[in-house]
């Protein structure tokens, strides 16, 4: 079993800073690829980023060249650093753990409030 517990999410003002923290507790993989969801009020749950165990990197083009999603596979930490932030990128930040094999698993962890707002 895996869990994922977020941190780091509040209010910011547009054009502000935040740092999402994700730690991932129990059996990790290394094709284990990790990442970042959001779901804002009224819409589908969105890729923002994913990372690999090797580092292989993936954004959504909404997030690209304003967010940084990096790893620490010693502490089985994924970290979303998010720049010029901007009033659409208000949502619920949910951390994933998508594994493959040995068997076909989907985590989520609870979530973390991000609002962008003056």
């Known amino acids: 079993q895996v869990q994922l517990v977020e941190s780091g999410g509040g209010l910011v003002q547009p054009g502000g800073s935040l740092r999402l923290s994700c730690a991932a507790s129990?059996?990790?993989?290394?094709?284990?690829?990790m990442g970042w969801y959001r779901q804002a009020p009224g819409k589908q749950r969105e890729l923002v980023a994913t990372?690999?165990?090797?580092?292989?990197?993936n954004y959504a083009d909404s997030v690209k060249g304003r967010f940084t999603v990096s790893r620490d596979n010693a502490v089985n930490t994924i970290y979303l650093q998010m720049s010029s932030l901007i009033p659409e990128d208000t949502a619920v930040y949910y951390c994933?753990?998508?594994?493959?094999?040995?068997?076909?698993?989907?985590?989520w962890g609870q979530g973390t409030q991000v609002t962008v707002s003056p």
């Open positions: 994933n753990l998508f594994r493959r094999t040995p068997i076909l698993r989907n985590y």
């Open positions: 990372i690999s165990y090797g580092g292989t990197i």
């Open positions: 129990g059996i990790i993989f290394g094709t284990d690829v």
